[in-house]
């Protein structure tokens, strides 16, 4: 079920017999859905209207799927015709900022088994290691990651007196994921978009996050819910992307770039995972997944490189132990890499 629909319904409800030429999706200034909770702000034309109005907005959205609860408030005054309520699918919404965030940022991909949740767990840790207050939440509902990027499997969320998820704190940062809610590692979560989009709001808004100069959200990956809750939601301050130098890495991860910026999410720039290997005998560089085509992704895009991490085992098997690189061997050529990048989103976004 998608916003489209809901705008669809109100669109065939002519409001002639109210005496007025609009129908009923024209008086919306604004729609937000939150899990199964649908919130319309509707122009008010003239007084005296308001009880007719919310009943035919509830009569007209009764039919669609996942809508429980339908709260409708009204805007005195009519639709300006200088600024006219968006086109159908794309109405206007009500973001807000995380409270003590400075800056929002989303480390994202078009696909999966690129490294996504190695990288975001780095680049908080680095930013940490640069001197700023940073927090890290795994959005990746399916398949949360996190816990055991930084050794936290066993960690269990608890809530304070105030009834705010308290997150967990590890390496210096501040971490929360699903999977300090699921009784084991191989729990699955089996929720449908309106479940997935309500954790995900509470993840944000109902976390004692406290002040800090970062929080690097971890995407699952792909283009769907989540990535269409933060943009509808919550003001952020960019995103990353990251990307293997495959083509069918790049394929994927055009996706995503477009996806943000048709949602208005700035992209900082994109990171090369993988780009290439070094004997340690020669300190050769080998190109394994090829060369160059990043690059060219990135000037076709407009996008700044933030950097290139080589592969190294050593990555995967601190990874596996809880240990992530820039903790374990913070002098290694795969550290200095996440460092580097960490400047450049901290130089990008002021």
């Known amino acids: 079920m998608a916003v489209k629909d809901i705008m669809d319904a109100l669109k065939g409800v002519s409001l002639e017999d109210l005496g007025l030429k609009e129908n009923l999706a024209q008086l919306v200034k604004d729609i937000k859905l939150i899990g199964n909770d649908l919130n319309v702000l509707l122009y008010l034309p003239k007084a005296g209207l308001e009880d007719v109005l919310k009943r035919k907005v509830e009569e007209a959205l009764s039919g669609v799927p996942d809508v ?103 390496y210096g940062i501040k971490v929360l994921s699903i999977g300090f809610m699921l009784p084991s590692e191989d729990t699955p979560i089996i929720w449908r978009g309106p479940m997935l989009m309500k954790a995900l709001t509470q993840f944000l808004f109902d976390v004692e996050w406290g002040e800090l ?30 990307t293997t130098p495959q083509d069918v890495a790049l394929a994927d991860v055009k996706k995503a770039t477009s996806m943000f910026r048709e949602v208005q999410i700035p992209v900082i720039g994109v990171i090369e995972n993988m780009a290439y290997f070094v004997c340690p005998d020669s ?55 996440f460092f580097g990048i960490a400047k450049l989103v901290a130089q990008e976004l002021g």
Do not use: C, W
């Not at 933030?306 to 290694?332: F, R, T, W």
């Open 213 to 242: 100069d970062f929080l690097i959200m971890d995407l699952p990956p792909g283009t769907g819910d989540v990535q269409l809750t933060l943009a509808q939601n919550v003001n952020m301050s960019g995103a990353v992307v990251v």
């Open 283 to 337: 300190g050769k560089k080998f190109y394994i997944f090829g060369k160059g085509k990043t690059a060219e992704f990135a000037a076709a895009y407009n996008l700044k490189i933030l950097g290139s991490i080589p592969i190294d085992p050593e990555v995967a098997q601190k990874s596996d132990e809880g240990v992530p690189v820039v903790v374990s061997h913070p002098d290694s050529e795969v550290a200095r890499a």
């Open 68 to 170: 429980k609860r339908i709260d409708v408030k009204f805007a005195q005054g009519a639709p300006q015709q200088s600024a006219p309520p968006p086109p159908m699918g794309q109405p206007a919404f009500t973001k807000r900022n995380v409270p003590g965030i400075k800056h929002l940022v989303a480390v994202g991909s078009g696909k999966g088994g690129v490294g996504k949740s190695t990288v975001a767990a780095n680049l908080a840790l680095s930013l940490a290691k640069l001197g700023y207050k940073v927090g890290l939440l795994d959005a990746d509902i399916y398949g949360p990651s996190i816990p055991t990027i930084l050794g936290l499997k066993n960690e269990r969320a608890t809530v304070n007196e105030r009834n705010k998820i308290v997150p967990a704190e590890k």
